[in-house]
């Protein structure tokens, strides 16, 4: 059975930082790309970054970039964002995906069930 299972997340007040982490198990986890999406209430889902399976390139949303980081542990089946300077507006629940779709897509092939951010003002 295939599990993805964020953890980190956290109440933080703007300026601060938090790093998650997506656990998975149950897939190849190297033959995957691995992303990071969020959900404020009341909006549509968003695609925060991307880390690719082969090359360790990295896409991230443009309001993001210089802030947060996307990497992954392959010998523990695991990929993190490090979020800085953290902004209210990136209040949200966070998601991570795993993908074999070399083109961004919204729908991946595996979720997780998301961890809750909450940056204050």
């Known amino acids: 059975q295939v599990q993805l299972v964020e953890s980190g997340g956290g109440l933080v007040q703007a300026g601060g930082s938090l790093r998650l982490s997506c656990a998975t198990s149950?897939?190849?986890?190297?033959?995957?790309?691995m992303d990071w999406f969020r959900q404020a209430p009341g909006k549509e889902r968003e695609f925060v970054a991307r880390?690719?399976?082969?090359?360790?390139?990295?896409i991230y949303v443009d309001s993001v970039k210089g802030r947060f980081t996307i990497s992954r542990d392959n010998a523990k089946n695991t990929v993190y964002l490090q979020m800085n300077g953290l902004k209210p507006e990136d209040t949200a629940v966070y998601y991570c995906?795993?993908?074999?779709?070399?083109?961004?897509?919204?729908?991946?092939?595996?979720w997780g069930q998301g961890t809750q951010v909450t940056v204050s003002s």
């Open positions: 995906a795993a993908s074999r779709a070399a083109v961004l897509t919204n729908s991946p092939k595996y």
């Open positions: 149950g897939l190849t986890f190297t033959t995957y790309h």
């Open positions: 880390i690719s399976w082969n090359t360790g390139a990295t």
